[in-house]
């Protein structure tokens, strides 16, 4: 058995290898490369610093034990425990060393670095100098028992955050933002990245160089690309990593952190969508704007509405092709009402909205044509915030009733004349938070009369746009559902009302001419796909919107998959893929069966021979998380003991990454006599050159499959 002196000799030994390799490693700085097997040895540096701390301290209480010096059994213990501490804090602070050239940099480290390293030094100095008089060692141990405080609550800050240690006691008081001073970005976006991002891309550990602490940092991205690009969901970083499958090592946030939810999921891809914008409030945003609904849920308990809601009876028949009713946000009772379809539009029927006099908070009538309408109407709304008027031909009179309206917010009047008795009219609504004036003749001095007049109001009179092309945002698609029965409606809408919106039935992309013209909502009653693009003068066209709608036709009485989808991507079962709902593209998680080993083969059979004629297979696309159009789907019939082709498609391989989207393959069957059905979905086999990772497996993702006469 070892004696005490022999060990005291190993361990001051030893002692001497850890300085040794600390210089080396201090001063070596970042031109030293260390073998991967060493990486081992500095992500142990969080379980070994527990080691150095209780060792230290407890050697540290032995130096003020009254009369040690008179006890050598005891203060040869603690002088041997206070030597292991040092020991295991040169070999702590080597692993930290190791560790922190593995993407941690900033202000703390830097702390918690020389602090680890004047803590091992003055454990060092302590050590060889305790024969030192007893009132220099004990200060010098209260002094170097803060220092190890202190780099442990530095390094703390680097694992969990710079407010970890206090966070208990401070105020968890959160302040209530109104829905009106709501930023996307600021008081929706960022909370959820400092919830699931922040813990590996914040001041001292950045993974892939990229900062996401601040708002420059977002801006600049990190080194495999730009973080968010307004609208591209194939170059934002930010959307490429979180619809990842969860078992890749590039999926966003790690698999062993906390995941988003499908919430969250698809507030960050409408944020994108939307223009990613870092500064825009979230009332700007059309009520029937996804993210707006989203988001304006967690401001909604801040402007309540004492009101009934409207009775929905009431809310239903009101609702027509001309006329749309709905709630400002989720469950509030304040409307919204607007109307569309110039050519549709009857006068008298605003006096329909009696009902709903009392719930009305946003009421558009933008590009009707209002010539001779009596507005006294409009004095019986009496919560009404927002009056949009643009291009409606509106009279001095009509302007006078609308100027009498106490409760108004916010009035877009462009596109109208505005005379002088007008203008001083509109000068006496001190309510106004916001005035739009685009295209109304107004001089430059009318414009700076009514600003001097309204000092509080913020006033927009548009711009010169000319020589500046600027691209429209894509039109916005609405409908109830994308499975029905009968029949469906399909809505189109645009945040700037002027724009012309074209759109498409066939799959071809709309253009400018002679595709239909957008005027009223479409009712469809087949199962297909619309395509929506808006125009406008001195603009550049939008890009494509899209949306899939299917008719639920023909359910199967059997049906089988004789191959089990992944089993990460399982849903339920085979039965997923009739059970009429659809799934979201934001999240391939759920609600999806994935397949890419073996092809989706669904065996289907129909009772009294009520064979349907076409059938639909809905489909998931989004190539930077490797799911693929298929290579091909065909459709087999069993008759009299034989299978014979009824049909097939082979859709073609895309030459670039796109959005996460739903897409669908409709095919008519050649004849109806069969006994079964076999429809098989093969994914690619090998992902095109183009790909990040080209030449591995493609996935298909499928979640409905729809039959009908």
């Known amino acids: 058995m070892l004696k005490i002196s022999s060990i005291r000799s190993i361990l001051e030994s030893t002692l001497f290898v850890w300085i040794g390799l600390t210089l080396i490693i201090t001063l070596a700085g970042d031109s030293l490369v260390l073998p991967a097997w060493i990486q081992v040895l500095g992500r142990s540096h969080p379980i070994l610093l527990h080691f150095p701390i209780v060792l230290l301290l407890m050697g540290l209480l032995f130096f003020w034990i009254p009369g040690i010096d008179k006890k050598p059994e005891i203060r040869e213990i603690g002088e041997i425990s206070f030597l292991a501490g040092c020991n295991f804090a040169g070999i702590t602070v080597l692993a930290g060393l190791i560790l922190a050239q593995e993407e941690y940099t900033g202000e703390i480290l830097t702390w918690h670095k020389w602090a680890g390293l004047i803590v091992f030094s003055g454990c060092v100095i302590l050590y060889f100098f305790r024969a030192a008089q007893a009132k220099v060692i004990r200060l010098s141990s209260i002094v170097l028992a803060g220092a190890i405080i202190a780099t ?23 302040e209530l933002i109104p829905l009106a001073e709501a930023e996307i970005f600021g008081d929706v976006i960022q909370p959820i990245l400092q919830a699931k991002c922040l813990s590996c891309h914040k001041e ?10 601040h708002i420059e940092g977002l801006k600049k991205g990190g080194k495999s690309g730009a973080f968010v690009l307004a609208g591209d969901f194939e170059k934002s970083l930010l959307i490429q990593r979180i619809n990842l499958p969860e078992d890749d090592k590039k999926h966003m946030p790690p698999k062993n952190k906390a995941q988003l939810t499908d919430e969250e999921l698809l507030i960050l891809s409408e944020w994108v969508a939307t223009g990613a914008s870092f500064d825009q409030k979230l009332i700007t945003l059309p009520a029937k704007n996804e993210l707006y609904q989203l988001a304006s849920v967690k401001f909604e308990g801040n402007k309540i509405y004492s009101f009934k809601a409207a009775d929905p009876d009431d809310i239903n ?5 001309f006329r749309s009713i709905l709630p400002l946000f989720p469950e509030s009772p304040a409307l919204d009402v607007s109307y569309f379809g110039i050519s549709a539009f009857p006068p008298k029927s605003l006096s329909d909205l009696k009902n709903v006099k009392n719930q009305i908070v946003r009421f558009s009538l933008n590009k009707m044509p209002l010539t001779g309408v009596d507005f006294k109407f409009l004095k019986d709304f009496k919560h009404l915030e927002e009056l949009q008027l643009n291009f409606t031909d509106l009279d001095s009179e009509q302007i006078k009733v609308v100027s009498e309206l106490n409760t108004l917010e916010v009035l877009a009047i462009s596109g109208n004349a505005i005379d002088q008795a007008s203008l001083q009219n509109i000068a006496k609504m001190k309510s106004l938070k916001k005035l739009y004036l685009w295209q109304t003749g107004l001089s430059n001095q009318d414009q700076i009369s009514i600003q001097k007049s309204l000092p509080e109001t913020q006033i927009d009179f548009g711009f010169d746009g000319k020589g500046i092309i600027y691209d429209l945002n894509n039109p916005i698609i609405a409908q109830e559902k994308m499975i029905y029965q009968d029949s469906l409606e399909l809505s189109i809408s645009h945040p700037i009302k002027t724009v012309e919106i074209r759109y498409t039935l066939d799959g071809t992309v709309p253009d400018s001419i002679s595709s239909p013209l957008y005027s009223n909502s479409i009712f469809v009653k087949n199962t297909g796909k619309i395509l929506a693009k808006a125009f406008a003068a001195d603009w550049k066209g939008s890009k494509v919107a899209e949306s899939v709608f299917m008719r639920s036709g023909l359910a199967p009485t059997e049906f089988s998959l004789l191959h089990d989808p992944n089993s990460k991507y399982k849903a339920s079962g085979v039965a997923t893929l009739f059970d009429l ?16 080993d073996e092809p989706m083969v669904l065996e289907v059979s129909f009772a009294n021979s009520n064979n349907p004629k076409e059938l639909s297979v809905s489909l ?12 091909k789907v065909s459709v087999q019939g069993l008759e009299n003991g034989k299978w014979s082709n009824l049909a097939s498609a082979s859709p073609a391989i895309p030459l670039q990454a796109s959005s996460a989207r739903s897409e669908l393959i409709s095919l008519s069957l050649a004849n109806t006599t069969y006994e079964k059905l076999k429809i098989t979905v093969t994914p690619v086999p090998h992902l095109p050159k183009w790909h990040q990772n080209p030449g591995d497996k493609g996935w298909v993702f499928v979640d409905e499959v729809i039959f009908n006469k």
Do not use: C
């Open 204 to 213: 001292g550990k950045i993974k892939g160089e990229l900062r996401m602490d």
């Open 152 to 174: 442990g609550h530095w390094g703390a800050g680097l694992t969990h955050g710079e407010d970890f240690l206090l966070a208990p006691i401070q105020s968890n008081d959160i």
């Open 620 to 631: 998931l696309y989004n190539e930077a998380a490797h799911i693929f159009p298929p290579s």
């Open 581 to 596: 709902v659809k799934a979201e593209a934001a999240n391939h998680g759920q609600k999806w069966l994935g397949f890419q």
């Open 317 to 321: 028949e009101l609702n027509t092709s």
